[in-house]
């Protein structure tokens, strides 16, 4: 079309062939200030998903609860690569939040079973996991980098059988938090993989909220107590508060992969090992492990599949109980739903 109007002009006029011209060098202009500012060394982008999953049951002979499930993901990054070349800076950032609702939309009061109350969702996801790394340069596939990570949560949780939120949260932002400040090298033998590793890393956890602190959870030390004139009623005295911030010295490894593995289908892999210096036992190295598979149905539709599997010897897996329970923790999901891509390709 713009070449037949751009004839059209060239048959009619002279001065509309100069205007035209003009035209296009003012186009060019524009287009070569905008290759000048996307030139400045950022790559931005990211990947949204929301995924949304019922099922109900009615006079289904097998057994089974109708449940509601809504969940949303977002992955962002912003790289900084001059064109000098000499370092990159990486920061990636995950999001993710959902909810979960089993039974109908009215349930049995459990104060007063002969009552009925609306039946709440109650939280099945909640990731903030950060990620900055600084390389700079020793040869095309190695670095020396520095590195800074965190992972946390974003709103309140409370426990599993608290669905009416009657007793206090067991869990919010930062606190737990944790993560790792580091120094070290890191290796790309490919665009989509790294591996990174540092002899000197410290892994921090943060339980920012003094009540949580106190009961010791996350691997900080308890607040202590003093029971001794507790006659009569009377409540045990603090005379020391729970830790609420922990260091530990140790090496580190972190792997990453992000690679299309077949057409439409898109592969992420996350390991963090870290083992302290003062506990060097193979069994007391801390795992954390997150694969996504992501499979586009079209230019909307995605099959999301992600795993995380957590091993953590200073984590009680379950407070309730007597004693440190040490288990390893597994998440998974699946979920369809509508997903977009924006900015930049890595």
Known sequence: MKKSILLLSILFSINLIQAQDDDIKKKAAEKTTLTAIKDTGWIRG???????????????????????????????????????????????????????????????NPNDPSLKITNPFVKNEDKLVFLSKYGRKINDKLNYSGLLSLNTQMFPGWAADDILRE???????????????????????????????????????????????DLGLYGVEAAEFNYDDTIGGKAPIKTKDGQTFRNELGWYINLSFNKDIAKNINYQSRLELFQNYKTMQVYKIDRNWQNTINMKVNKYVTVTLINQVIWDWDVDTNPSLEGVQRKVQLKNFFGVGFSAKFGDKL
Request: proline share 4%; no cysteine; aromatic share 16%.
């Open 167 to 213: 007793k206090s949260h067991v869990s919010n932002f930062l606190a737990q938090g944790f993560g790792f400040v580091s120094i070290g090298f890191d290796y790309k033998p490919k665009p989509f993989l790294s591996i990174y590793a540092s002899p000197i890393t410290a892994k921090y956890t943060i339980v920012r909220e003094q009540r949580l602190a």
């Open 46 to 108: 990211g990947f949204f998903s929301t995924n949304l999953s019922n099922t109900t049951f009615s006079n289904w002979s097998q057994g089974g609860t109708n449940n509601t499930a809504i969940i949303a993901n977002s992955s962002l990054f912003a790289i900084f690569h001059p064109a000098s070349d000499k370092y990159i800076w990486e920061n990636y950032l995950d999001l993710a939040y959902g909810v979960i609702r089993n039974g109908g939309g009215k349930i049995d």
